[in-house]
């Protein structure tokens, strides 16, 4: 199993017209990620490790020992493994850290809009960023909308005609 079977199973798929040939050469794609996902060999990572192990071989028996062979198979090994994500996450708005609201404190006066006494608390507002529009209030359809609305005839249903 190489990479030109996966090629060429890609290359059967795209060049395929019709239903029943999309559906095989679509068949016969699976088949060969599936195969290859299987394949121990497979990968940056799988090869790389094969390598190292067989390098720290050699030089074990070249009388290599201790420190310095691990030390050559972790410096390959730090190489070729998956490295995280090591920049710290971005917010796009910086005000609801891309929640959708802004957290305020209301010490018990008017601050948050209630109008009667109360103790202090937290609460939150929209932000104005596009997170925040699913938290906006929808606008209230004018009278126009209404007549618009109500102009439009419906057909009678079968228990009024």
Not at 56 to 81: C, I, K, P, S, Y
Not at 82 to 96: F, G, L, S, T, V
Not at 113 to 127: E, I, M, N, Q, S
Request: glycine share 6%; with cysteine; aromatic share 6%.
């Amino acid at each position: 199993m190489n990479q030109d079977d996966l090629e060429r199973a890609l290359s059967v798929l795209s060049a395929a017209h019709g239903p029943t040939a999309l559906a095989a050469a679509f068949r016969d794609l699976q088949r060969e990620v599936r195969k290859k996902r299987r394949d121990p060999d497979a990968g940056r990572l799988a090869t790389a490790v094969q390598e190292a192990l067989a390098i720290r071989d050699q030089m074990h028996a070249d009388g290599v020992t201790g420190a310095a062979l691990n030390t050559g198979l972790e410096g390959v090994l730090r190489d070729f493994w998956p490295k995280p994500h090591r920049d710290a996450w971005q917010d796009i708005c910086p005000q609801c850290r891309d929640y959708g609201v802004v957290m305020h404190q209301c010490l018990g006066d008017d601050t948050c809009g209630r109008r009667f006494l109360h103790g202090p608390h937290d609460y939150a507002k929209p932000c104005l960023c596009a997170k925040g529009k699913r938290f906006t209030e929808k606008q209230k359809t004018t009278p126009d909308d209404a007549d618009t609305k109500a102009a439009k005839q419906r057909k009678p249903s079968k228990l009024w005609r």
